[in-house]
Protein backbone atom coordinates (compact mmCIF):
# COMPACT_ATOMS: atom_id res chain seq x y z
CA UNK A 1 0.00 0.00 0.00
CA UNK A 2 1.36 3.41 -0.77
CA UNK A 3 -0.49 6.48 0.55
CA UNK A 4 0.45 10.04 -0.43
CA UNK A 5 -1.67 13.06 1.66
CA UNK A 6 -2.60 16.08 0.21
CA UNK A 7 0.77 17.23 1.38
CA UNK A 8 3.35 15.22 0.91
CA UNK A 9 4.80 15.90 4.42
CA UNK A 10 3.76 11.88 5.53
CA UNK A 11 3.58 9.20 2.87
CA UNK A 12 3.17 5.30 4.22
CA UNK A 13 3.89 2.08 2.90
CA UNK A 14 3.28 -1.67 4.19
CA UNK A 15 4.77 -4.67 4.26
CA UNK A 16 2.15 -7.62 5.91
CA UNK A 17 5.62 -10.09 6.23
CA UNK A 18 3.23 -12.89 7.14
CA UNK A 19 -0.31 -12.69 6.26
CA UNK A 20 -1.07 -9.75 3.53
CA UNK A 21 -4.89 -10.51 5.03
CA UNK A 22 -4.06 -8.15 8.39
CA UNK A 23 -2.83 -5.03 7.13
CA UNK A 24 -1.99 -3.01 9.93
CA UNK A 25 -5.12 0.19 10.18
CA UNK A 26 -3.60 3.49 10.82
CA UNK A 27 -5.38 7.02 10.74
CA UNK A 28 -2.82 10.45 9.96
CA UNK A 29 -4.41 13.54 11.69
CA UNK A 30 -3.37 16.44 10.75
CA UNK A 31 -3.28 19.63 13.36
CA UNK A 32 -2.29 23.16 12.43
CA UNK A 33 1.03 22.16 14.90
CA UNK A 34 1.95 18.45 14.51
CA UNK A 35 0.56 15.43 12.82
CA UNK A 36 -0.55 11.81 14.87
CA UNK A 37 -0.01 8.85 13.69
CA UNK A 38 -2.48 6.49 14.87
CA UNK A 39 -1.86 2.57 14.31
CA UNK A 40 -4.38 -0.09 15.62
CA UNK A 41 -2.54 -2.90 17.47
CA UNK A 42 -5.10 -5.03 19.29
CA UNK A 43 -3.05 -7.83 21.41
CA UNK A 44 0.07 -6.37 20.88
CA UNK A 45 2.64 -5.28 24.44
CA UNK A 46 4.96 -2.42 24.00
CA UNK A 47 7.51 -4.44 24.41
CA UNK A 48 6.69 -5.92 20.83
CA UNK A 49 6.62 -2.99 19.10
CA UNK A 50 10.02 -0.63 17.98
CA UNK A 51 9.46 2.67 16.32
CA UNK A 52 12.95 4.04 14.76
CA UNK A 53 14.11 6.33 12.58
CA UNK A 54 16.29 6.52 9.64
CA UNK A 55 16.73 8.61 6.52
CA UNK A 56 13.80 10.47 7.06
CA UNK A 57 11.74 7.43 7.21
CA UNK A 58 10.22 5.98 10.64
CA UNK A 59 9.66 2.43 10.72
CA UNK A 60 7.29 0.61 13.17
CA UNK A 61 7.30 -2.64 13.68
CA UNK A 62 5.74 -5.42 15.65
CA UNK A 63 6.90 -8.88 16.34
CA UNK A 64 4.84 -10.94 18.22
CA UNK A 65 6.15 -14.03 20.20
CA UNK A 66 5.25 -17.00 17.68
CA UNK A 67 4.99 -19.31 20.61
CA UNK A 68 2.41 -17.68 22.53
CA UNK A 69 0.71 -16.58 19.07
CA UNK A 70 0.51 -20.49 18.20
CA UNK A 71 -0.45 -21.81 21.09
CA UNK A 72 -3.65 -19.20 20.95
CA UNK A 73 -4.54 -20.29 17.45
CA UNK A 74 -4.92 -23.88 18.57
CA UNK A 75 -7.41 -23.06 21.05
CA UNK A 76 -9.49 -20.31 18.48
CA UNK A 77 -13.20 -20.74 17.99
CA UNK A 78 -14.38 -17.93 16.01
CA UNK A 79 -11.39 -15.42 14.66
CA UNK A 80 -12.44 -11.72 13.41
CA UNK A 81 -9.08 -9.95 13.68
CA UNK A 82 -5.58 -11.03 13.03
CA UNK A 83 -2.43 -10.32 15.23
CA UNK A 84 1.05 -10.69 13.46
CA UNK A 85 4.23 -9.45 12.47
CA UNK A 86 3.85 -6.28 10.52
CA UNK A 87 6.29 -3.71 9.11
CA UNK A 88 5.25 0.06 7.85
CA UNK A 89 7.18 3.07 7.38
CA UNK A 90 6.63 7.04 6.67
CA UNK A 91 8.27 8.86 4.56
CA UNK A 92 8.64 12.37 6.87
CA UNK A 93 8.43 15.82 5.18
CA UNK A 94 11.48 18.62 5.45
CA UNK A 95 9.13 20.24 7.97
CA UNK A 96 8.73 17.60 10.81
CA UNK A 97 10.96 18.30 14.00
CA UNK A 98 12.61 14.36 13.86
CA UNK A 99 14.04 15.50 17.58
CA UNK A 100 10.63 15.74 18.42
CA UNK A 101 9.04 12.22 17.97
CA UNK A 102 7.01 10.92 20.23
CA UNK A 103 5.17 7.69 20.09
CA UNK A 104 3.08 5.35 22.93
CA UNK A 105 0.81 2.67 23.17
CA UNK A 106 -2.34 2.86 25.22
CA UNK A 107 -5.74 0.95 24.89
CA UNK A 108 -4.53 -0.80 21.29
CA UNK A 109 -3.68 2.26 19.60
CA UNK A 110 -0.25 3.24 18.57
CA UNK A 111 0.21 7.44 18.80
CA UNK A 112 2.90 8.39 16.88
CA UNK A 113 3.29 12.24 17.19
CA UNK A 114 4.63 14.42 14.54
CA UNK A 115 5.68 18.03 15.81
CA UNK A 116 6.15 20.82 12.83
CA UNK A 117 8.82 22.72 12.10
CA UNK A 118 8.06 26.13 13.32
CA UNK A 119 7.83 28.40 9.78
CA UNK A 120 10.89 31.07 9.70
CA UNK A 121 9.67 34.25 9.31
CA UNK A 122 12.32 37.04 7.95
CA UNK A 123 11.79 40.60 7.44
CA UNK A 124 14.02 41.61 4.49
CA UNK A 125 15.51 45.01 4.28
CA UNK A 126 14.78 46.89 0.88
CA UNK A 127 17.98 48.81 -0.30
Do not use: C
Request: hydrophobic letters at 35%; a neutral charge; glycine letters at 4%.
Amino acid sequence: MNLVLARPTVRTQSKARVNSQAPVRTNIVEFPEKFEVRLALPGYKKEEISVNLNDHTLWVEGTINTEENDQMQSQLRLQEFLVKNFKKSYFLGEDIDESSIDAHLSDGVLTITLVKKEKVKKAIDVS
